[in-house]
């Protein structure tokens, strides 16, 4: 009961410049991140559902390579590596292509898994109509196995969120970034970790919600 | 003949009342010193008794910069401040493997030594009055600058000229960080999560420049035929041992270690240990010895020193 | 096989030597914690009582939404916390194994929930009907079943452990990534090339041949068992 006693809202008024600064970062980063992750989710998800040959293998290495390594390797070899060919990256760069990169593999898999889910007669159903298979996808898989997709594919984006905050590995300023900072010059740790609680666990369970809501709704007529 | 013996008697008593005198003096400690005639090892006053049960030291270092702190690939701390560290562990407990070594960054070593998990940090702990609030140093035990790390193409005349629009890496909580700060408010300060990625970043072009310690640039220059070092010398502020202001005992200690090895002139080998020999003489007045003293600048805020 | 450079041999061996072991003795404790403490977890959280299932589900909703790295700095830097003669302090590996504990034991109690509820009611009424009461019910007929079930997942936990050791490394484990990172900035500060992509390349290669095998394992149990 002494640490709620000592506990300073004051502290973290002072910094809030900061800290809404680290905010609008991660929100930034997380942005882009789930943006791109979601192009590459759908397309790449698309080229390994329909077997196109080539581009499904090479999928195939991209998606197994960097879901079975750590997300911290991936960012390092970013940081580092990028420079070394020559491209002049800063931290923001980094931060928003590792995130992509990583969150895409994951989404590759959810929309896969979500196309291959749409139920065969719907398919068969857009070739009678006289749909050419590009058609019949866009018409027809997207729609309905984006859907199916949906809820595995928010997961994936609160995820690529929460790993913004790995970017304090390459200093960039994110929020835990500038909240550890903060930290480590004035030791008000419980002020800080309230901060980065608050923030996180309410944007990671209102999307849960969002979730929970969209299964519901979202769920096949045949399936309800 | 009989003059001869007497003249040789006469020589051995002298001698042996010279042999006498050198004998007896180091056993005590009045009267000033010389070199030759210290003990190996000074009167030190009592530690803790939580240290002397566990029977080694636990210690905070630098992991990430080399000469002062880092590991090679047998996995061993090495550089100056470790082997400074160890001189104390031999002290203390008679081998220099009595001590636990904690890697700690700039960022996180004050935090670590606060917080109880090592019972000093050794890590280029340059004194600043605003650190001082916070932690106790002991005496200075090296004397570092600061310096300007660029690319070769790079020219930097008068810093207050050459600063502006610059960007310029350091790592976070540095005295380098807070100077940039205060007097080059139109530079862009970068933070660099390490020593080493600073120098990258310089190499890659991400910053005009990296400042950082003397030893740490000089030791890159000399093995990167792309960088080099500026002139420019700034923020001479000597290193101390940090210590917890809880526990005077420990920097009674240390401080009578740090005078025992400056009076044997113990320091100065292991510099030289840690930089190139060609080095040597640029590195003359940054340990202390028996001739060379180092203090701290007290009453002055070096980071806020902004030159003219 | 290319030839290696001189320069990868010493590099490549501390890595292994002094790094990988940190990482695989932290995902062993980090496993087992999050196996024993989630399977429990789980199993309560069947049971019909509200205040326990909310407790319950308030632990796996917090630990699994916030960033296992804002965890693991939480608790490595909160202040020591003195209760009487104790002084408890959790070093960099107990904090770094309490932080992968919490989150994957959180993992392990929703599968187990969901891995429980999935044994159809039959199970239950003819455990009930041979006259077990509930707590011998879960324990010879409910949970063994669902043990099978978890299996696949619990492979996939292990993997994801053992990537996520590498966030330890903020708080100044020298687990693999780490133990390379040194050695690249070693090389960076000394020879002027700190070879990027080799060292973090050689530290991902090694990961994923940790860790490939075991994916695919847990998807042959996947089709084997369930």
Known sequence: MKILAAFEWSFIWDNRVELWEGFKNTMKVSAIGVAGAFVIGLVLGAVRAHRIPVFSQLAWVYVEAIRNTPILVQIFLFYYGLPQLGYQVEGFTVAWLAVMVWGGAFNTENFRAGFEAVPKHFREAGYALGFSPLKTFLNVTLPIGGRIALPSSINTYISVLKNTSLMLAIGYPELTTVAFNIQAITFRTFEMFAVLAVVYLVIVWTLSALIRLLEARLALPETR | MKRLTAITGLLALVAAIVAALSVAAPTGKTGPETEATLPPKPRLPALPAEIRSRGKFLIGVKCDTPPFGWQDTSGRNRGYDVDVAKQFARWAFGSASKIDFTCVTTASRIGTLTSGRVDMIISTLTWTAERERTIDYSLPYYGAAGKLLVKNAVIVGRLNSWMPGKKIASTSGSIYDRWVKNCFTQSTFQVSSSPSAGVLAVKNGQVDALMYDDAFLVGVAANDPELRLTNHVFLKVPWGVGIRKTDPQIKAWVDAAIRGMKARDMFWPILKRTIPRRFYPLFRLNAPRPKVNLKFPRGTVPEAACPR | ?226
Do not use: C
Request: hydrophobic share 50%; charged share 10%; proline share 6%.
């Open chain 3, 1 to 226: 096989m290319p030839e290696l450079p001189d320069w990868f041999r010493p590099v490549a061996e501390y890595m292994l030597r002094e790094g990988l072991p940190e990482t695989l003795k932290l995902a062993a404790l980090a496993v087992t914690a999050s196996t024993v403490i989630g399977i429990v977890l789980g199993t309560l959280l069947t049971i019909h009582f509200l205040p326990l299932q909310s407790l319950i589900r308030l632990y796996i909703e917090v630990w699994r939404g916030l960033p296992i790295l804002v965890t693991i700095l939480f608790i490595y830097w909160l202040p020591a916390y003195d209760v009487g003669p104790l002084h408890i302090q959790l070093n960099a590996y107990m904090s770094a194994a309490l932080g992968l504990s919490l989150w994957g034991s959180a993992q392990v109690a929703e599968a187990t929930r969901g891995a429980v509820q999935s044994i159809p009611k039959e199970q239950h009424e003819a455990a009930a009907a041979l006259g077990f009461g509930w707590a011998g019910r879960h324990r010879f007929v409910i949970v063994p079943q669902a043990l099978r079930r978890l299996l696949p997942p619990m492979v996939g936990l292990l993997v994801n452990i053992i990537q996520n050791t590498t966030i330890a490394f903020v708080i100044g484990i020298n687990e693999f990534l780490q133990a390379g990172n040194r050695q690249f900035e070693n090389l960076t500060t000394q020879t002027g090339n700190g070879h990027p992509f080799t060292i973090f390349g050689f530290v991902l290669v090694v990961f994923f041949i940790i860790s490939f095998p075991l994916t695919l394992f847990a998807r042959y149990l996947e089709r084997r068992l369930v």
